[in-house]
């Protein structure tokens, strides 16, 4: 389907940085899409292109075969090198020019006309019926939520899964926003005994993960079963397409496999409405901005899907799992307070199942650890831990050992990935 006009594709030799001279050609409201060397005519001319650029590391004369066949289409076309990322910035300079004077572009690519634009996508997709959407509290989810809802109302209904793993607040702060604030119809589902039985006494990681994942899937199939939508609403980003694609037409060259959010499997039988799948992270934060979602939603921290659930190590009792969510949403609260949020990517408590000797008003206690973590990076795929304020780190510890029953001892992470990931488990 064609819906945006004076689409620019960047035909990718192999470039690992490409990702980013797209965005900072769409911030200059030239809408650019990516495609592998290999890809076919037909799926290219499917765009209506106004313009082609080539884009590889160092000799433009890889695949020349490639090459001629897109150069025979006879649309302008530039040959761009990527291989130096300082010059990336005067690089898409050079672009914009070449899509402004060359291409005929006017740079009409804005949040605003997208918005228009998909309302309208979505009204012809869907027609009169329902679209069931999985809301996780999370920026993708959210904003997919608000466009849908603008688009069709009430056909749009959300299903929340509290899986006993949220963060402290989360169900409040999402039923606020969503039910009260946006008048959205939202399911509500609180499954956590459910999921925190069926954990009981598990403590590998992996099994964890795929109880986690499996229970999710069921839960969710309940509910919308009982909905009856031939729609499902998928938070799917830009980022997660391209980084399916492998960047020479090898599969082994594929980053991640695509993934949708939750991992729905595909014999549900939905089709699929995935509105934000053609922007980036921060043009997804801009449209929800644009339809009045929270900032502080907008601009949380990025959250694995199993939760709370890979930050408690071992296997998880209701006590403990509370122990984390306290010390969690102190970690939280002090970061905010400090102006620090915004500066990491992400940052967080463990629960460490291991007990240490201390001392609290004198006598000896017993209890367990606690770990901050936090770290910046560009993609998750390497991650710097942050160097925080010793205050910060000291105000978290005394709040955490003062307010949370059962911890005496709080530790910070000093371990880059690599050789660490970010998560614990
Ligand atoms: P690791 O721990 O692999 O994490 O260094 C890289 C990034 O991915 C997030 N993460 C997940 N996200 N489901 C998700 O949606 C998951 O199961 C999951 N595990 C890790 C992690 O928070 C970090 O941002």
Redesign the pocket.
């Known amino acids: 389907m064609k819906r945006t006009p004076e689409t620019v594709v960047l035909l990718n030799f192999g470039c690992r940085d490409i990702q980013k001279f797209a965005r900072l050609i769409r911030d200059r409201h030239i809408y650019t899409m990516v495609m592998p060397y290999t890809v076919s005519r037909e799926r290219l001319l499917e765009e209506q292109p106004v313009g082609l650029i080539v884009c590889h590391e160092g000799m433009e004369t890889q695949h020349p075969a490639e090459q001629a066949a897109f150069k025979s289409l006879n649309l302008p076309f530039l040959n761009v090198n990527l291989e130096n990322p300082s010059v990336t910035d005067t690089t898409a300079e050079r672009a914009v020019d070449f899509c402004l004077t060359s291409c005929g572009c006017r740079g009409s690519w804005t949040m605003e006309n997208f918005i228009q634009e998909v309302i309208a996508d979505i009204r012809t997709q869907v027609g009169n019926e329902k679209v069931v959407l999985g809301l996780s509290g999370g920026v993708d989810s959210s904003v997919v939520a608000a466009l849908l809802h603008k688009a069709i109302g009430d056909q749009l209904v959300c299903v929340f899964v509290n899986h006993g793993l949220l963060r402290k607040n989360e169900p409040e702060m999402v039923q606020e926003v969503f039910a009260r604030s946006f008048a959205m119809n939202l399911r509500y589902v609180d499954a956590s005994n459910r999921f925190l039985d069926k954990l009981k006494g598990i403590a590998n990681p992996e099994k964890k993960?795929k109880i986690i994942g499996k229970e999710f899937i069921d839960v969710f199939a309940e509910a919308a079963a009982e909905i009856n939508a031939p729609f499902l609403g998928q938070g799917t980003i830009y980022p997660d397409i391209l980084e399916s694609i492998p960047l020479d037409g090898n599969p082994a060259g594929v980053i991640k496999s695509h993934h949708n959010v939750g991992g729905l499997p595909k014999d549900l039988h939905f089709k699929l409405v995935e509105p934000v799948e053609r922007l980036f992270k921060d043009e997804v934060r801009a449209v929800g901005r644009l339809l009045g979602l929270p900032s502080e939603l907008l601009n949380r921290h990025?959250?694995?899907?199993?939760s709370l659930g890979?930050r408690h190590l071992g296997a998880i009792e209701r006590s403990t799992l509370k122990i984390l969510r306290e010390a969690d949403a102190i970690v939280t609260e002090e970061l905010l307070k400090s102006g620090w949020y915004d500066k990491t990517?992400?940052t967080f408590a463990i629960f460490v199942p291991v007990k240490t000797v201390g001392m609290k008003n004198h006598q000896r206690t017993y209890d367990y650890l606690i770990a901050i973590r936090s770290i910046n990076?560009v993609d998750?795929v390497t991650?710097q831990v942050v160097r925080l304020p010793w205050e910060l780190l000291d105000s978290m510890t005394a709040r955490i050992i003062n307010e949370v029953q059962g911890v005496n001892r709080v530790v910070y992470d000093t371990t880059p990935?690599p050789p660490g990931?970010?998560?614990w488990e």
């Open positions: 993960r990025p959250f694995p899907g199993p890979v990517w992400q990076t998750a991650a990935k990931t970010i998560e």
